[in-house]
């Protein structure tokens, strides 16, 4: 890219790696380093403005990968369907600029929980039940497989 100079990096990160949540945090933590990377890789490319970056932190998605996941409201936290990211993607890419897209809207608001005291945090994860959403997870393989073996 640095050669022909142009281009565009798409990093597909993900809600929870800002939140963290129970049960994930193998998931969690591979999607913070794909956020810490991004932001990272953006500030280096900034010499290069042809080269332009796409940071994708959606939600929960409607893929095998999260079967028997217990959506803790569709009103507030809808199911994100991958095409929807798809077309997304594209149209950020065919826009011609570096863009953050992050769906749906709650995403766009879930940094500011960290800031909360740690007490606020506690109750709006509680109220979310982000932290009991994977109790039910079955995954691709379905039962029997995933995180819920011991």
């Given at each position: 890219m640095l050669r022909k100079g142009c281009?565009?990096?798409?990093?597909?990160?993900s809600v929870i790696g800002q939140t963290g949540a129970a049960q994930l945090t193998d998931y969690a933590a591979?999607?913070?380093g794909l956020t810490a990377m991004h932001k990272s890789i953006t500030a280096e490319l900034r010499a290069y403005p042809e080269i332009k970056t796409i940071l994708v932190t959606p939600g929960q998605l409607s893929t095998p990968l999260f079967a028997g996941v217990k959506t803790p409201s569709n009103f507030f936290a809808?199911?994100?369907e991958p095409?929807?990211?798809?077309?997304?993607?594209?149209?950020?890419?065919?826009?011609g600029s570096s863009a953050e897209l992050v769906m749906p809207v709650y995403a766009r608001w879930i940094e500011w929980l960290n800031v909360l005291p740690?007490?606020?945090q506690r109750i709006a994860r509680?109220?979310?039940g982000v932290d009991v959403?994977?109790?039910g997870f079955v995954g691709r393989a379905g039962a029997g497989a995933g995180l819920n073996d011991k």
């Open positions: 281009g565009t990096i798409v990093t597909i990160s591979a999607k913070a809808p199911i994100v095409v929807e990211v798809a077309k997304e993607v594209i149209a950020a890419i065919e826009g740690v007490s606020l509680w109220a979310s959403a994977m109790k």
